[in-house]
């Protein structure tokens, strides 16, 4: 486990202490993939990273985020604050959201083309690499074809159930794509943190009915 995700599991716990189950709103998905292929003629990965290589990190998003898109069918769950964003690393290399100007969408699209769902996540401001390289995206799209995954434009509080989804799709790639990096995410789980404030909440609000 690395320091970011080890201190998101504190911060976590510090916020449990600090604030009503009910209110709890961060959700954290912790994700793995594998590196499908990666193009780097200018070298800006300095030949490290490689097809095959694993991809560790997560994303937050708050859950109570108002939806932008006045669709019935496709909602647009913009986050301005950290520490929303999303947070991976590879063969040494940190792809992150800048929180000191947070600029994360989570995109859901129930059906918005017949028979096709939609579930996508890109971060637009990111800190620079190591090597000194920009990254201009971090991103994840999910398409499910029959149309099944999802029953609305809510905003999930879930982490999305891989197998329901024919299209995976992650990609990490610098400005006028100088760097493309593609791969697939094979895990998606809440953080322990999450999962243990929603099942609090939950039982915080069947002790009220």
């Known amino acids: 486990m690395n320091a970011r995700i080890l201190g998101l599991l504190v911060m976590g716990g510090v916020f449990l ?7 709890a709103e961060l959700i954290t998905i912790q994700i793995e993939a594998v590196v499908d292929t990666v193009e780097d003629e200018g070298n800006y990965l300095e030949g490290q990273i490689l097809p095959g290589n694993i991809i560790t990190g997560y994303y937050t998003y708050e859950s109570t985020t108002l939806d932008s ?6 909602g647009h769950y913009w986050q301005y604050a950290p520490p929303c964003g999303i947070f991976l690393s590879v063969s040494g290399f940190d792809f992150e959201t800048d929180l000191s100007d ?6 859901i699209g129930n059906s918005d083309i017949p028979t096709h769902d939609i579930y996508w996540i890109r971060s637009y401001n990111n800190i620079s690499l190591s090597s000194g390289a920009l990254v201009d995206g971090i991103s994840w799209q999910l398409d499910d074809y029959t149309g099944n995954s999802l ?12 197998t329901d989804w024919q299209y995976n799709h992650l990609r990490l ?3 006028k794509l100088n760097f493309i990096i593609d791969a697939h995410v094979t895990a998606a789980i809440p953080e322990p943190g999450t999962m243990l404030i929603l099942c609090l909440g939950g039982l915080f609000l069947r002790k009220k009915i």
């Open 69 to 74: 898109n006045p669709s019935t069918s496709v």
């Open 102 to 107: 947070v600029n994360f969408l989570v995109g």
């Open 173 to 175: 790639d610098g400005p």
């Open 17 to 23: 202490a600090c604030v009503r189950p009910v209110n």
């Open 151 to 162: 029953s609305s434009d809510v905003l999930p509080t879930t982490a999305p159930m891989l």
